[in-house]
């Protein structure tokens, strides 16, 4: 099982980006997933996740109003919509989903490799 983030890149103050996370291998199905991000120097800090129903969101404090997370489970994707970004957003993010797996009774948290978001001022 892994977990592959896209939609990572350079853009300005102000700026939009969305980053997608796809999720491959032996999938049972997939419960919660998150966000996570680390800047330089500073911990990984949790920026929002979704339940699997999508029903339940949770955000920092940081990015409610400017960041959406959302999920297509048919194709085992996740979704966050950046807007506003701003230079302190400057991290890189990682995608985390507890999966469920054939032959495994407790879910596997998995982890993504990350991508870059820079946003200049």
């Known amino acids: 099982v892994q977990l592959v983030e896209s939609g990572g890149g350079l853009v300005q103050a102000g700026d939009s980006l969305r980053l997608s996370c796809l999720a491959s291998?032996?999938?049972?199905?997939?419960?919660?997933m998150g966000w996570y991000r680390q800047a330089p120097g500073k911990q990984r800090e949790l920026v929002a996740n979704i339940t699997r129903g999508g029903g339940s969101t949770g955000y920092a404090d940081s990015v409610k109003g400017r960041f959406t997370i959302s999920r297509d489970n048919a194709k085992n994707t996740m979704y966050l919509q950046m807007n506003s970004l701003k230079p302190e957003d400057t991290a890189v993010y990682y995608c985390?989903?507890?999966?469920?797996?054939?032959?495994?009774?407790?879910?596997?948290?998995?982890w993504g490799q990350g991508t870059l978001v820079t946003v200049s001022s």
């Open positions: 985390n989903a507890d999966v469920g797996v054939p032959g495994r009774y407790k879910y596997l948290e998995v």
């Open positions: 291998g032996s999938i049972f199905k997939i419960d919660v």
